[in-house]
């Protein structure tokens, strides 16, 4: 289920043509050189939406680590704690990808928040929200 691309790290999983994509993978397939075997979009990764990095063998994303990180302040070892089927390992390495590619998750956690804001303003106030509201308990 790996990427097989030594350019990435083995615990992070990418849809293969992402890697090639946003330059993760400075190998161009196909170059003749055999370091990245795999061709952009052949299906290797496990996540079946593109530029979406997963830990691999799970089905948790990096961006759901770094948000957690991030809202909640946890550490490695809290999130570990947390999400107990998370290798402290995998969890470093979703760290330190996020670090490599801080400008293309942000833009896609951006794209995230924006679409919930774009539905949760379709939706408009469900019968709950106006009782809550109503009590003053928001």
């Known amino acids: 289920m790996s990427s097989a691309c030594p350019a990435l790290p ?3 999983d990418v849809n293969h043509s992402a890697a090639h994509l946003t330059g993760a993978c400075p190998v161009a397939p196909g170059d003749g050189t055999g370091a990245c075997p795999v ?13 979406v990095p ?4 799970t ?3 990096v961006v759901e680590v770094v948000l957690e ?5 946890w550490s490695p070892e809290e999130l570990h704690f947390q999400h107990p089927y998370l290798t402290l390992s995998q969890i470093y390495s979703a760290l330190a990808y996020y670090w490599d590619h801080q400008e293309d998750l942000d833009q896609d956690i951006e794209r ?5 804001n774009q539905a949760q303003q379709a939706m408009g106030k469900t019968p709950l929200m106006e009782r809550l509201k109503s009590k003053g308990l928001i």
């Open 112 to 116: 995230r928040l924006e679409f919930v």
């Open 69 to 73: 990180k991030t809202a909640y302040g």
């Open 54 to 57: 997963i830990i691999e063998g």
């Open 59 to 61: 089905n948790m994303k």
């Open 39 to 51: 061709a952009p979009g052949d299906g290797t990764g496990v996540n079946n939406v593109p530029h």
């Open 10 to 12: 083995r615990s992070i």
